[in-house]
């Protein structure tokens, strides 16, 4: 007994301390079968470990046989919580067990208790390190002004590793109501990568509204999961976390292992579970971060175009009056002529800053959606009807970039007042669908045309204001597209991927 209990303690690794177990105790009894089954948190058999197939007959519905004359079996306790039964049964030299085997079994599931506390301390203590270096490694990449998107893809990552699990990815609000996005997406096809996912049809929607985690045994047959995404994997075994901020969900994190792996487990959970709680935090402090930037860039620009306004502005003003007071006092039709033109000409430069002002600070976004600004750009085009048509979801998705696609709009609406010769416009803002496999997930297209006399895009050097909108377009990481002909006007697209 002395030297089972030493070879028990002396293995630190949990199934293989379970096996050695279930071979001393048939050896130490004589049993011609020994079994060991581990409880969960509820009570029920999780795991059953087993020197071979049982006796026939002695099995039950728990997978344990009930203990009898011929069946041993006895609890092991770890902490005073019962953390299994140990169960012998089929004595080889005897009809039954007597108090002797009684006695060693009790004897052994003692020093079974031992070793597995310490078997299961030594995987706490891996699982603690394992957590600690993906959140020093989260952070370290947030410390260094990583992207949000890179945040997500990391932990994706890390969430799959810590669960053992194949697949992880980060689901956060859609731009439509009542869906989900998939962020990030690791281990598993890209195809996933912006894939939209109903609330009310899914695990990940359940956990937003709950606020719990869900575990289950099979994603592709449970009726909770969202079975086109499912269908991208052969996924069974899944756990959906939430990602929470100010105690609120506002993502999920979903872990899932190949059709025919294990189920996770209670360990399992908790351990994903802290390192979503954690990470969570990182997201938040990055959100926050970047708006801080965002509001440090507005500040800024804010500065610079109140300095234009009250600086060079106003002094180009006091330079005009002058020049004009001043042709107003000569009988010189020659200098009065250059002294008119030169008011003329910084008219033309008060213009000018007048639109970069617009463009640090576009006053008609004040506090208005994209979609509003573009309507009220139309209105105040001159000589010309717009029409407006624009999809809500890209305009809210194109939120972030709304002072360039107000600056596109007001350059391409310029335009066709100056040079087209057109009566009427149409603005138009969509989603293009994704055409090939390699094409970005999302497209936003910002489309302008007239009915005008058109000109030939193969034949104009510069003008027309296209290469400011080019580089704007450029800049945005889209494109900008030129058809024009004399009997079709002119159509400019701008294609911005998602």
Not at 215 to 237: C, E, I, M
Not at 274 to 286: L, R, S, T
Not at 316 to 330: D, K, W, Y
Not at 474 to 487: D, H, I, K, P, T
Request: charged share 25%; with cysteine; aromatic share 4%.
């Amino acid at each position: 007994m002395l030297e089972a209990g030493l070879t028990l303690t002396l293995d630190l690794e949990l199934p293989v301390v379970l096996r050695r177990l279930v071979q001393l105790g048939a050896e130490l009894t004589g049993a011609a079968w020994c079994a060991f089954g581990v409880f969960g948190n509820n009570g029920a058999l999780v795991d059953l470990v087993a020197t071979g197939p049982a006796p026939a007959g002695v099995i039950d519905k728990n997978g344990l046989p009930p203990a009898s004359p011929s069946v041993l079996r006895l609890p092991v306790k770890v902490r005073g919580a019962t953390f299994g039964d140990l169960c012998v049964a089929g004595r080889r030299d005897a009809p039954e067990f007597d108090s002797e085997d009684r006695r060693t079994l009790g004897v052994l599931a003692a020093h079974a208790g031992v070793a597995i506390e310490n078997a299961t301390l030594l995987v706490q203590s891996e699982r603690r390190a394992r957590r600690l270096e993906a959140l020093r490694e989260v952070a370290a990449r947030l410390l260094a002004g990583s992207g949000l998107e890179e945040l997500l893809v990391l932990t994706a990552t890390h969430a799959a590793r810590l669960a053992k699990a194949t697949m992880g990815v980060v689901l956060v609000p859609g731009t439509r109501p009542g869906t989900l996005v998939v962020e990030a997406v690791s281990g598993a096809s890209e195809r996933l990568k912006g894939l939209e996912i109903p609330i009310d049809e899914s695990v990940a929607g359940r956990v937003i509204h709950t606020g719990k985690v869900e575990v289950v045994t099979d994603l592709a047959s449970d009726p909770r999961s969202f079975q086109p995404a499912v269908a991208l994997g052969a996924w069974g075994p899944g756990m959906s976390v939430p990602l929470n901020a100010h105690g609120e969900p506002f993502g999920s994190l979903l872990v899932a292992r190949r059709r025919g792996e294990a189920a996770f487990t209670d360990p399992d959970v908790e351990l994903v579970e802290a390192f979503a709680d954690q990470a969570a935090v990182a997201f938040e402090y990055a959100r926050v971060h970047r708006e801080l930037r965002r509001l440090a860039v507005m500040e800024d620009r804010e500065r610079i175009a109140r300095e234009l306004h009250d600086g060079a502005i106003q002094a180009l003003f006091a330079v005009g009056m002058g020049l004009q007071a001043t042709a107003s006092r000569t009988s010189e039709p020659e200098v009065t002529s250059r002294l008119q033109t030169a008011v003329g000409e910084l008219d033309r430069v008060i213009g000018d800053l007048r639109n970069y002002i617009f463009g640090l600070r576009p006053g008609v976004l004040a506090g208005a959606h994209v979609e509003e600004a573009l309507r009220r750009l139309a209105s105040e085009a001159a000589g010309v009807t717009a029409v407006v048509e624009v999809d809500e979801q890209t305009a809210v998705a194109l939120g972030p970039y709304s002072n360039d696609l107000v600056q596109l709009v007001r350059e391409a609406l310029s335009n066709v007042a100056r040079h087209s010769g057109a009566r009427t416009c149409r603005m138009s803002l969509y989603w293009r669908p994704r055409e090939t496999a390699d094409a970005p997930d999302r497209t936003a297209v910002l489309e302008i045309d007239d009915d005008g006399h058109g000109f030939d895009p193969a034949t104009t050097v510069g003008g027309h204001g296209l290469d400011n909108m080019r580089a704007r377009a450029n800049a945005l990481g889209g494109m900008l597209e030129v058809r024009s002909s004399s009997s079709e006007g002119t159509t400019v697209t701008v294609m911005i991927p998602l």
